[in-house]
């Protein structure tokens, strides 16, 4: 297997393409250093946002060389469940967000092609929520703890500086809980949709000890609780969601913040529809595989983790931030393993049962100076814990299947992850900005087998990987409104426990011979404001990973990985934001994404002995070619009216690492409508919304690689959904 080296024309010609877009319609440069940004009226979202994502600093992301989108507030909430995070990002360009109907296995995530072949979580890119990590150090998340009830922003970023933020070679996720308001104001949501859906929601926010006519005070919160609830579109997919979260900050001084975070997730019994073959979605989409009944394959968790986070300005130029956090994740899941495979000595059983504690430290500094040569310097250390108590359970007892049996598999799974960074960015020219960064990461698996006897062995162990990844940018202002950019920087992901779980041999224990992919990133772009109402982003990107983790046997409801190819991703980025008049706006974004292996490898992707070849040139799975999204907004006043309809595109999506199946491209719209009215210190929003106006027939998500065939997961109909929120200030 060969390692990947960047190919010097290929990289030439996407710097080349990137300064030429500028180039052909720049003007000299200007000393002018302000950049238009678009009204804030009638909660509209702003073209030039100030990002924390990428530097860890406020910055603006139009002088940022790095492709970072911000969804804000407006979007997040306007005519939409929050439910889950497909419904505001899929507007991001490189990232492929998708609901799989079904809850229990969470969405499924990719940026850039990174993360499409998880089976369930989310892997490849780091989420964040109010400086606390929703990643846990071996690279696996969740999404379904982001409360979107009490969100203000949610940052994306993408590309090399992603590594900064170690084990996460495909981008960032990172939410902000948003402020409470001056006063106090108690608000509250109910919706009703197909399919049995319902939600509910009540929060409360406000400021204590307020003084003066601002109305600012020491102690601001918000306190946010909901429940979610649905049928299903697919038969045993039901599934009931309770969560809640609170954000309490209070100022010692002005220079001086301490702001605790909490948050709660309870998901009992959550029943989970496998997926299904070709076959079975063209008879009856709606179904659910038979063994999905046979086995009750369901799951439940309960997630409740909080953290602090202490700033001080300690100086106009130097300020630090502490964080500290602390959580608890348990997890029971049946699935759908046949009695045959849990025969072995060596098998795990077809019941999960995994107590983790997980926590962690941080610290960060910043300095920055001002003048005609401004610098930012940011270092910081990160330190992280994951510790689970993993057993596997037989899935049946006597001939009753579907319930806990007997005692398979027994083990403590301890991973931590300790990261050393510093960050600059220095304007050493009025026109030119450059950034640098460079971050060590230690990663640290170690497993204690308390299941052992005749047959199967102590297969207690561990492994340290060790990373050093340094990341440079550069930023040409050409015009007072537009900017050139060229980033490049090598990133790392390391196997997941749940990649570890099982080895290829068949053997018991985990699979220590898996080692790290690693990846080298380049990126070039512009970022063009031509008026105060429009922003255009145009990104080129290429990724060489060396190392992929790729599937090595898939049979009997397990999966087992290698370290077994070299890929290529490279495509484009486009997203076009613009206003018209004070009513009309419009967006569009836009990504074409080439992602092949380099080299052939072989696989097992059944129980029979026979493996296959994956040649060279193929595919990735999970990963379109082609995405679009198109979004046509009118508003007319406020409070008043407002209408919008959304376009989605995807090409068609392999579904295995061979090439011979696919889901089918298809494209759809969406419709919302809303009023908002004011009564007294009330204020209300009643909103329809259609999703899949032309009933299109598609699967919304695949299972990459599923052994049995069951590589599609259908998206429903046409369906509705009718709400209403009400706040009061008091």
Not at 141 to 168: D, H
Not at 372 to 378: A, G, N, S, V
Not at 610 to 635: D, H, I, K, M, Q
Request: with cysteine; aromatic share 10%.
């Amino acid at each position: 297997m060969k390692t990947p080296l960047p190919d010097g024309c290929r990289v030439a010609s996407l710097v080349t393409l990137a300064f030429a877009s500028g180039f052909s319609s720049a003007q000299p440069p200007s000393q002018q250093t302000s950049y238009p940004v678009a009204s804030s009226s009638n909660a509209q979202p702003t073209l030039n946002p100030v990002v924390v994502t990428g530097t860890r600093v406020d910055q603006s992301s139009f002088l940022l060389p790095m492709s970072i989108d911000v969804v804000e507030s407006p979007v997040i909430r306007d005519g939409r469940p929050l439910v889950n995070l497909s419904e505001a990002l899929s507007r991001v360009p490189g990232l492929v967000i998708q609901n799989r109907q079904n809850y229990a296995q969470d969405l499924q995530i990719s940026s850039r092609g990174f993360g499409a072949r998880s089976t369930f979580g989310i892997r490849g890119i780091r989420m964040i929520v109010d400086d606390i990590p929703a990643t846990m150090p071996d690279g696996q998340g969740q999404a379904a703890t982001i409360n979107l009830g009490s969100v203000k922003r949610i940052e994306v970023l993408r590309g090399p500086f992603s590594a900064i933020y170690g084990n996460a070679p495909g981008g960032v996720i990172q939410a902000y809980t948003e402020e409470g308001p001056p006063g106090t104001e108690l608000s509250a949501m109910l919706l009703g949709g197909s399919y049995g859906t319902t939600r509910a929601e009540l929060k409360l926010g406000g400021t204590l000890g307020a003084t003066g006519a601002t109305g600012t005070g020491p102690f601001n919160y918000v306190v946010d609780i909901s429940r979610f609830e649905t049928h299903g579109y697919r038969d045993h997919s039901a599934a009931a969601r309770y969560q809640a979260s609170a954000k309490l900050t209070y100022r010692f001084t002005h220079d001086a913040t301490l702001t605790l975070v909490t948050n709660e997730l309870h998901q009992g019994g959550t029943q989970d529809p496998l997926g299904l073959t070709r076959a079975q979605m063209s008879v009856d989409p709606r179904q659910a595989d038979k063994s999905a009944t046979t086995f009750n394959t369901r799951k439940s968790i309960d997630n409740t983790q909080g953290g602090l986070v202490y700033e001080h300005k300690l100086s106009p130029s130097n300020t630090i931030k502490l964080i500290g956090y602390a959580g608890t994740r348990e997890i029971l899941q049946f699935l759908a393993i046949p009695r045959g495979a849990q025969i072995p000595i060596t098998s795990s059983g077809g019941v999960v049962d995994l107590e983790r504690q997980f926590g962690g430290l941080g610290l960060r500094w910043t300095h920055r100076t001002s003048g005609p040569r401004p610098l930012t310097l940011t270092m910081g250390i990160d330190y992280d814990s994951s510790k689970e108590r993993r057993k596997g359970f037989e899935n049946f007892a006597g001939t009753v299947l579907g319930v806990r049996g007997d005692l398979r598999r027994n083990e403590n799974n301890t991973v931590t992850s300790f990261g050393q960074y510093a960050q600059a960015e220095w304007q050493f020219v009025p026109s030119w900005i450059l950034s640098a960064g460079v971050r060590h990461t230690e990663v640290k698996f170690k497993s204690e087998d308390f299941f052992s006897g005749t047959g199967n062995p102590d297969d207690s162990g561990g492994m340290t990987f060790h990373n050093v990844n340094p990341v440079l940018g550069l930023l040409y202002k050409a015009t007072s409104s537009l900017n050139l950019y060229v980033s490049t920087g090598s990133g790392f992901e390391t196997p997941t426990f749940a990649e570890l779980a099982y080895r290829p041999d068949g053997g018991s224990g985990l699979n220590f011979a898996l080692r790290p992919s690693r990846s080298l990133n380049m990126e070039a772009g512009l970022k063009w404001l031509p008026t105060g109402n429009t922003r255009v982003n145009l990104a080129l990107f290429q990724a060489f990973v060396s190392g992929e983790i790729l599937p090595a046997t898939n049979s009997g409801g397990r999966a087992t990985f290698q370290n077994a190819a070299d890929t290529t991703r490279r495509g484009v980025e486009l997203s076009l934001d613009s206003r018209f008049g004070r009513d009309l706006s419009a967006f569009l974004s836009y990504t074409y994404l080439d992602a092949v292996f380099q080299d052939a490898y072989t696989y097992r992707p059944t129980a029979a002995p026979s493996r296959v070849t994956v040649a060279a040139g193929n595919f990735l799975p999970g990963v379109p070619r082609n995405t679009a999204y198109a979004e046509l907004t009118w508003r007319r006043g406020q409070p008043g009216f407002s209408a919008a309809v959304e376009a989605i595109y995807r090409d068609r999506i392999f579904v295995n690492d061979i090439n011979t199946e696919a889901a089918k491209q298809y494209a759809m719209a969406n419709l919302r409508l809303a009023y908002s009215h004011q009564f007294g210190g009330w204020k209300f929003t009643e909103f329809v919304r259609v999703d899949n106006i032309a009933d299109t027939k598609y699967s919304g998500s695949v299972i990459v690689n599923e052994g049995n065939g069951r590589f599609y997961e259908p998206a429903p109909g046409r369906n509705y959904m009718v709400g209403v929120s009400a706040s009061y200030t008091f």
